[in-house]
């Protein structure tokens, strides 16, 4: 499936590299056949075919440095990080796919430090794009991207995959247009869980599990700042004050005003899931073709 989504999206790279992890196109709903720890000696990346000729430093996110290098014959991005994180998280990461989030392909441990290595996109992250308002559909399709990768990083089993940082650093731009999501690894770095998550997941008294919700919230938080951003051009510096006085001003339907809203409360037990949020923006998608109009150009939602 993660191949025939790259092939959809026009990843020939993504493609090929899919295919030396053994995946597969398909149309069906069978997981991707993906090679395990206990199948393959080839569970990090060898640091000798990373190829640095014709280098360059790119900015993709937040923690450590990026570099974009060769890998294969391959564009991809280097990552280096002050931590190491276990066999057992590297394969966890290798096997999420998700036309959405930046594809994880391997991690190379040098010292006390960790190489890691994920997909090259070369259109930039949302962050070089939001220096002024973005057009309605655009925002809502960027929205709707977001929101479907941060609902497939919530829903893993057994523990939901907490981003934590989401920000228009980490949200990158592939060639097809869409946004995919970045740095999702970094909480997992900063709590160890995954690497326990056999003992945790049966077990209560696990110190992390109670904050997984609240966490969770944060993502949604994060989610409607952004999205605010792009339909405002700005970011916000006050929640309460910029927030109500700005957004008010008939450009967009009520239930986009309201789904931000929710998103931003100041109550993390209030904020709707991501799955919430995925059913509200295909709804008013929907009904703004129906119309013959763009998304957000109605004070109203429609009936």
């Keep these: 499936m993660a191949t025939h989504y790259a092939k959809l999206y026009g990843h020939r790279d993504i493609c090929r590299i899919l295919e030396v992890y053994g995946g597969k196109d398909s149309n069906s709903d069978h997981p991707l056949t993906v090679r395990r720890e206990e199948d393959s000696i080839e569970v990090n990346i ?21 570099e974009k290098v060769k890998w294969r014959g391959t564009w ?141 919230s944060k993502d949604i938080y994060s989610f409607g700042l952004i999205f605010y951003q792009m339909l405002e051009g700005r970011q916000i510096t006050d929640r309460n004050s910029d927030l109500e006085k700005k957004l008010y001003t008939g450009r967009y339907p009520s239930r986009i005003l309201q789904l931000i809203e929710d998103c931003t409360s100041t109550v993390p037990s209030t904020r709707p899931s991501f799955a919430t949020v995925i059913e509200i923006l295909e709804e008013v998608s929907l009904l703004s073709r129906k119309a013959g109009c763009p998304p957000c150009n109605k004070s109203k939602s429609p009936k």
């Design 46 to 66: 060898d640091i000798s075919e990373l190829n640095l000729q014709h280098s360059s430093m790119i900015e993709q996110g937040l923690f450590g440095e990026s």
């Design 76 to 216: 991809v991005v280097k990552t280096v990080i002050k931590r190491v994180f276990s066999a057992k998280v590297n394969t966890l990461l290798r096997e999420l796919r998700h036309p959405n989030i930046l594809q994880f392909l391997g991690s190379i441990v040098h010292g006390d430090e960790m190489i890691l290595i994920t997909e090259y996109l070369p259109k930039g992250n949302l962050q070089d794009i939001l220096r002024k308002r973005l057009d309605h559909p655009t925002a809502l399709r960027y929205a709707l991207d977001i929101a479907r990768g941060m609902n497939y990083l919530h829903r893993h089993k057994p523990l939901p995959i907490v981003h934590n940082n989401l920000h228009p650093k980490n949200l990158l731009l592939d060639e097809g247009g869409h946004l995919k999501i970045g740095e999702y690894w970094v909480q997992i770095l900063d709590n160890r869980i995954y690497a326990n998550q056999d003992s945790c997941q049966l077990n209560n008294g696990c110190n992390f599990i109670s904050h997984l919700s609240h966490d969770i």
